[in-house]
């Protein structure tokens, strides 16, 4: 009797290499935009470089990486037909770990001793080199990013792409500094041959999308929160109680999960680690896991050692009244920080500001809700909330502007053990100082901006410094723009401008080196926001040419040109408070000039007697 290969399903554990080298997979196009987000690939970043971390000892030789623990990155489906293997379900994560390997080959050309990855990302037949994942759409990205680093978002690019490039950025940006070159090699040693993925192959179609529908079928399987419900409920033995109980915890997670699928386990990580988790693991190897972690991990278990001890509920009635009253409270707010921040609201600001330059959700959050105490009333609720997101955007704009970045796994233990904990059911006034006195003795000061500029991979922080500092001079004289207004407007979009064209050649007065040329016209007093198209038609055109076009821009902008002091008679105090001045010519000086001017502009606008004056 013949066997049909059709019928035929295989199941192999197999290590990233095994899986990966010299291998093509072609991505189903039922499933071809890659989605995911900040949260999902920080979060990522974090298992890897802590699971790697654990075990690491300075002074460990090559080999002794092998006896490693692995780490689990789940299955992969594939559906194998016509020599051709097509990802049926996991194409986010590999997507997901390309990227990481593209990142990693290029942060390892500082490394002694250098890995090669080269054939995980791509392979080479006949002397042509093609992406192991293979998509056309993903093409021109995956090659500049490859080669480069970089890659300049089209306006008719798809998600995909664009998702991709923001997620590179979030490597970069969350990627932990104690993995330095010395270390880095065996990382991606361990990140190759010790993290295990099980390959499924299904030799038809058919049977593939069984298996990824029996896989994605999660009806059967309950849920951390729902694990939580359960030992919640048979805590209350009042059967009207226990019913009113279930009643409004359905609709509270009917409200998380219509913002966003599985927002219900985000919210309640949230919760728990803002108010109610007191440890932290230590980033040292060897270190246990403790509340913090274990939220993440078995949130329903760690409730259950703790509900007496931590949460102080013992008896029926507080497990009611805890949840009965506590639960709509957070639940509300939690939902009203998400909205504000997509949304702008004058009346608190800094929450769309950190939804573009904050810190990983998953300290973000719990920081957020630390300070509140149910009883708040919405006017407290809004100011803390306000005063906390203030604190992160200082926090990340002064550590940005001195070159210092913030990944999630290098300040966790820091902004839980002495921010989080610090705030925890503050009054606006306990925490209006305690936040102040954070910024104050911040190592990082705004002197930064004397040697700060834009490079390959801060260009969205320099978008959004700029953003802020051009709509806050447009309000300080009048004009009607917020941050949105240039940062992510609905219409025409901003782009980040080069005052002096890349022209060395009309430069040499000054300059007698491209490099130097550079280092200066990409300092962040020589940049400005303009609208896309500006730069295409005036770009290349000599400063005193561009400068009548400024005119027409934000005020930021328009303060080059004599004329804008004409325009502005009555802000007088304004324009002597931060010293502006015209700048008919654009030259060395004058590129310094501007810089101190950003300085005492950005000095005004994250003043620290905020905290002060607005509780």
């Not at 554990?13 to 690939?41: C, P, S, V």
């Not at 680093?149 to 990627?175: A, P, W």
């Not at 939580?228 to 998380?256: A, H, T």
């Not at 007093?525 to 400063?543: E, I, M, R, W």
């Amino acid at each position: 009797m013949t066997s049909n290969i059709g019928n035929k399903i295989e199941a192999n554990d197999t290590y990233l290499n095994d899986l990966l080298k010299g291998q093509k997979f072609y991505i189903d196009y039922f499933q071809r935009e890659y989605r995911w987000e900040n949260k999902q690939i920080t979060q990522l970043i974090d298992d890897l470089t802590y699971t790697f971390l654990k075990d690491y000892k300075d002074g460990d030789e090559p080999y002794e990486v092998e006896n490693y623990q692995n780490y689990y990155l789940g299955p992969i489906v594939f559906s194998q037909s016509e020599g051709k293997l097509s990802i049926i379900d996991g194409q986010q994560r590999i997507t997901s770990i390309t990227l990481l390997l593209i990142f990693l080959n290029h942060l390892q050309k500082t490394s002694n001793r250098k890995v090669n990855i080269k054939e995980l990302i791509f392979s080479e037949k006949f002397g042509v080199k093609s992406f192991n994942l293979f998509d056309e759409i993903r093409k021109d990205c995956m090659s500049d990013l490859f080669k480069n680093g970089k890659y300049l978002v089209k306006e008719d690019d798809d998600e995909t792409v664009k998702n991709m490039v923001n997620r590179y950025q979030d490597i970069h940006d969350s990627f932990p500094e104690e993995i330095n070159s010395k270390i880095l090699p065996f990382f991606i040693d361990w990140l190759i041959y010790k993290v295990v993925i099980v390959k499924i192959t299904a030799h038809s179609d058919e049977n593939a999308y069984t298996i990824f529908e029996t896989m994605n079928d999660r009806g059967l399987n309950l849920t951390p929160p729902e694990m939580l419900k359960g030992y919640v409920l048979s805590k209350i033995k009042d059967k009207e109680k226990r019913l009113k109980l279930n009643n409004l915890w359905k609709k509270q997670i009917q409200l998380l999960n219509e913002y966003k699928k599985n927002e219900d386990l985000s919210f309640f990580q949230a919760w728990f680690r803002g108010k109610y988790a007191v440890s932290i693991r230590e980033g040292k190897v060897g270190a246990e896991d403790k509340d913090y972690e274990l939220i993440g991990s078995r949130l329903h278990q760690w409730f259950k050692d703790n509900h007496e001890d931590i949460f102080d509920l013992k008896s029926p009635e507080d497990f009611y009244n805890f949840f009965n009253d506590r639960f709509p409270f957070f639940v509300k707010t939690y939902l009203m920080i998400k909205d504000k921040m997509i949304n702008f609201d004058s009346n608190i600001p800094h929450l769309n500001y950190i939804n573009t330059w904050g810190i990983a959700e998953s300290l973000q959050d719990p920081l957020l809700l630390s300070s509140l105490i149910y009883t708040d009333d919405e006017e407290t609720v809004m100011k803390k909330i306000d005063l906390v997101a203030r604190y992160i955007e200082t926090f990340t704009v002064r550590r940005s502007i001195n070159f210092k970045r913030f990944p999630h796994a290098s300040i966790k233990y820091t902004i839980f053990k002495k921010r989080t904990l610090l705030i925890r059911n503050n009054d606006l006034n306990d925490l209006s100082q305690n936040l102040k006195n954070e910024i104050d003795n911040m190592d990082e000061k705004w002197e930064g901006i004397d040697k700060f500029r834009l490079h390959g991979q801060n260009k969205s922080f320099v978008k959004h410094l700029l953003s802020r500092v051009s709509s806050y001079i447009d309000n300080l004289i009048g004009k009607d723009t917020n941050y949105m207004t240039y940062y992510r407007p609905k219409g025409k979009q901003f782009e980040i401008e080069h005052i002096w064209a890349n022209k060395f050649e009309d430069h040499k007065d000054e300059f007698d080196q491209m490099d130097d040329f550079n280092q200066w016209r990409n300092s962040i007093g020589a940049l400005l926001l303009v609208p896309t198209g500006f730069n295409q038609s005036l770009g290349s055109d000599v400063y005193e040419i561009k400068l009548k076009h400024y005119l027409k821009q934000n005020a930021y902008a328009q303060s080059l040109h004599e004329e804008f002091y004409h325009k502005n008679p009555n802000e007088k105090n304004l324009i002597e408070k931060f010293k502006f001045k015209p700048h008919p010519h654009f030259k060395k000086e004058d590129i310094l000039d501007r810089q101190n001017l950003l300085k005492r502009i950005c000095k005004d606008l994250w003043d620290i007697d905020y905290f002060d004056e607005n509780i």
